[in-house]
């Protein structure tokens, strides 16, 4: 069974910082992919980064980037120069590329709150 | 635009009361799925088509029905809601099944009372 785990539930960081969130994964699969979703109070379902399992270069999108480490099957999201429209739900979640049902498979989430 | 568009926004209703949450995509995709998402659970898929006339269960099928007699469009339908259903959902859809990523609807906030 295919697994994602995000162990930190609530996280604050102060504006400008950097904060780093969690994800852990289990999967049988060698090709998949990765992605870190965001969720503002507006419920809408944002992509912020994705990374494909046979990259070994970690993804970067302006001030987010990504952590990769497929042996240890862990994915952790760096937001550097953190903003305040950065406060939301955060999702890590796996997608295999050659999937019977095509989903993605979702953490729990973590909650984001940029303090000023 | 390409969008998927969900709708209704916000429901609240009573046990029992069949309701249809409609999904609609504009960009020709062949895949949809709905998920649900609820506190502490992320989003699990309920159900998929990867085509018109082709659906599957995904992990919580239970209590929900779907269709897809058109290519763009995907209704979730809840023969008798109950309380336990209360939750937020949201149509996703992709070109094709396994592409990724995929486009994600606004969501349905459901309440069953």
């Known amino acids: 069974a295919q697994t994602v785990t995000q162990s930190q539930p609530e996280m604050s960081v102060q504006e400008a910082e950097t904060v780093t969130l969690s994800c852990t994964y289990d999967?049988?699969?060698?090709?998949?992919?990765l992605f870190w979703y965001k969720q503002p109070p507006s419920r809408q379902m944002i992509l912020v980064i994705r990374?494909?399992?046979?990259?070994?270069q970690n993804a970067t999108e302006n001030r987010f980037s990504v952590n990769f480490q497929k042996a240890a099957k862990s994915f952790s999201l760096k937001i550097s120069d953190s903003q305040l429209g950065d406060t939301a739900m955060y999702f890590c979640?796996?997608?295999?590329?050659?999937?019977?049902?095509?989903?993605?498979?979702f953490g729990q989430g973590t909650e984001l709150s940029v303090k000023p | 635009e390409a969008q998927v568009t969900q709708n209704p926004r916000y429901l609240i209703t009573v046990t029992g009361k069949k309701l249809t949450v409609t999904c609609s995509q504009n960009?020709?995709?062949?895949?949809m799925s709905w998920y649900r998402q609820d506190p502490g659970l992320g989003l699990r898929q309920i159900y998929y088509?990867?085509?018109?006339?082709?659906?599957d269960k995904g992990d919580v099928p239970e209590g929900y029905k779907v269709s897809r007699k058109e290519k763009r469009n995907f209704p979730l339908i809840l023969e008798s809601p109950s309380p336990n259903q209360t939750s937020l959902y949201f149509c996703?859809?992709?070109?094709?099944?396994?592409?990724?990523?995929?486009?994600f609807g606004d969501g349905t906030r459901l309440s069953i009372l």
């Open positions: 996703a859809s992709s070109l094709r099944q396994g592409d990724q990523p995929q486009h």
């Open positions: 999967t049988s699969e060698n090709n998949y992919y």
């Open positions: 990374q494909e399992a046979y990259k070994q």
């Open positions: 979640a796996l997608g295999r590329i050659y999937n019977q049902g095509g989903k993605l498979i």
């Open positions: 960009m020709n995709h062949e895949y």
């Open positions: 088509s990867m085509n018109v006339e082709v659906t």
